[in-house]
């Protein structure tokens, strides 16, 4: 148990101690209920009650607000109602977050209710706190050695919460909902460019039967052509080339160097001089490719004699990558030169090369890929400001809370 008194970091003019309190002295705890058969209280009619699920949380915020069942009336007596400004916590504590609720609602047996009956506490500080490590480290102690790993209204009960007075309670709640408002807004953004990209990857290819694509470029007018693979990117295998980096082939990531990866797969040195070199931009069939398409070099190094290389001449890497991963290719195009069983799957190499690709001019595949590259650029950015964000959030309810 942590003896602190006052959190490692904390906002400007606020020095008291905090207080230690049994959580069962401070809130109502009760847990929810279930009528039986639940499927007899279903129902679709105007009356009936929300019926809350660990589906109708949300993927980002706090707020419970709607809910994809509701139960008749008839099943109140025999479930937990919940109010707006409730709070409910999973007693799975594989799940250990909490919510509150945003609308009126009963809870089946699979949730607690936290109610904060005597005001002791601010909503968004009381949420954040029962979801803070120091909180879930003390749901485990007290658990251990239960012959069933979950929460219940005692063993809630009885964890022991260090607070501040109401005012320090509010201006940490504010904090935590503005950190959890640019953490939805960006997962947002981040949602909103990958679905312009997949729209954007959907019709920038002609649909079958077509000689144009759906969206396209101003500038440009001609029709599309269908080529064969093996006409418009020829394999090469060169070897003797021990003196370039090994690379290590990430599905979906393209290429890294081997001595950079936190990965430790051993290979055999001595035989580099078998291993083929890939030029950047050039693209490699790898022993996954049955399922997720081919990989493009984003260095230039030397990779398993295992793997076929293939290069194009005056055929942008990014617009061709962006098609050699899509559905169509993998599912339609390419499943019918695979064989094999299982993880024993492998590409017949020659009937890969025989199937049909768009090929328009170089300069409007240089378009498009350039269009690809900014969109993973954004969607880049904004994966990363909300990987930051997140980091943010960890550390202040680590160094918020006591």
């Given at each position: 148990?942590?003896n602190r008194?006052t959190?490692?970091?904390?906002?400007k003019g606020?020095?008291?101690?905090w207080?230690q309190?049994?959580?069962?002295?401070l809130?109502?705890?009760?847990?929810?209920?279930?009528p039986?058969?639940?499927?007899?209280y279903i129902?679709?009619?105007?009356?009936?009650l929300?019926?809350?699920?660990i589906?109708?949380?949300p993927?980002?915020g706090n707020?419970?607000t709607?809910?994809?069942?509701?139960i008749?009336?008839?099943?109140?007596?025999?479930?937990?109602?919940?109010?707006?400004?409730?709070?409910?916590l999973?007693?799975?504590m594989?799940?250990?977050?909490p919510?509150?609720m945003?609308?009126?609602?009963?809870?089946?047996?699979?949730?607690?209710l936290?109610?904060n009956?005597?005001?002791?506490?601010?909503?968004?500080?009381?949420?954040?706190?029962l979801?803070t490590?120091q909180?879930?480290?003390?749901y485990?102690s007290?658990?251990?050695?239960?012959?069933?790993?979950?929460?219940n209204k005692e063993?809630?009960?009885?964890?022991?919460?260090?607070i501040?007075?109401?005012d320090?309670?509010r201006?940490i709640?504010?904090?935590?909902?503005?950190?959890d408002?640019?953490?939805?807004?960006?997962q947002?953004?981040?949602e909103?460019?990958?679905?312009?990209?997949k729209?954007?990857?959907e019709?920038?290819?002609?649909?079958k039967?077509?000689?144009?694509p759906?969206?396209?470029?101003s500038?440009f007018?001609g029709?599309?052509?269908?080529?064969?693979l093996?006409k418009?990117?020829e394999?090469?295998?060169?070897?003797?080339?021990?003196?370039l980096p090994t690379?290590?082939?990430?599905q979906?990531?393209?290429?890294?160097?081997?001595d950079?990866?936190?990965?430790s797969?051993?290979?055999?040195?001595?035989?580099?001089?078998?291993?083929?070199?890939?030029n950047?931009g050039?693209f490699?069939?790898h022993l996954?490719s049955?399922e997720?398409?081919?990989e493009m070099?984003t260095?230039t190094?030397?990779?398993?004699p295992?793997y076929?290389?293939?290069?194009?001449?005056n055929?942008?890497?990014?617009?061709y990558?962006?098609?050699?991963?899509?559905?169509?290719?993998?599912?339609?195009?390419?499943?019918?030169?695979?064989?094999?069983?299982?993880?024993?799957?492998?590409i017949?190499?020659e009937?890969?090369?025989?199937v049909?690709?768009?090929?328009t001019?170089y300069e409007?595949?240089k378009?498009?890929?350039m269009?690809?590259?900014?969109?993973?650029h954004?969607?880049?950015?904004?994966q990363?400001?909300?990987?930051k964000?997140?980091i943010i959030?960890?550390?202040?309810l680590?160094?918020?809370?006591?």
């Open positions: 148990m942590n008194k959190p490692i970091i904390r906002f606020f020095t008291d101690d207080e309190r049994k959580l069962s002295d809130v109502q705890i009760e847990r929810g209920g279930s039986r058969p639940i499927d007899d129902t679709d009619a105007s009356n009936g929300n019926w809350i699920k589906g109708d949380a993927a980002q707020y419970i709607k809910t994809a069942e509701k008749r009336p008839e099943g109140l007596s025999k479930t937990r109602e919940v109010h707006p400004g409730d709070l409910i999973s007693n799975s594989s799940f250990g977050k919510y509150i945003g609308i009126y609602g009963c809870i089946h047996d699979g949730w607690l936290i109610r009956t005597y005001n002791f506490f601010d909503l968004t500080f009381l949420c954040h706190l979801g490590p909180m879930l480290n003390q485990r007290l658990a251990a050695g239960s012959t069933v790993n979950n929460l063993l809630v009960g009885n964890t022991v919460v260090t501040p007075n109401i320090e309670q201006v709640g504010q904090y935590s909902e503005h950190l408002h640019l953490i939805t807004l960006h947002r953004k981040l909103k460019l990958k679905i312009v990209k729209a954007m990857l019709n920038c290819f002609p649909k039967g077509k000689k144009v759906k969206f396209r470029f500038g007018t029709d599309w052509e269908q080529r064969k093996g418009v990117f394999e090469y295998s060169e070897k003797n080339h021990e003196d690379l290590m082939i990430i979906g990531g393209g290429t890294i160097r081997r950079e990866s936190d990965r797969l051993l290979y055999d040195k001595a035989n580099l001089a078998n291993y083929k070199m890939v950047e050039d490699i069939v996954r049955f997720g398409g081919l070099a260095n190094g030397i990779i398993s295992a076929h290389t293939f290069h194009g001449e055929t942008d890497s990014r617009f990558y962006s098609y050699f991963r899509s559905k169509k290719f993998i599912d339609i195009d390419l499943t019918p030169h695979v064989y094999g069983i299982r993880d024993g799957r492998s017949d190499i009937g890969m090369k025989t049909k690709i768009p090929f001019s409007e595949q378009a498009i890929g269009f690809i590259k900014h969109l993973d954004l969607i880049t950015l904004h990363r400001k909300l990987e964000l997140k959030k960890k550390s202040f680590e160094k918020m809370f006591v």
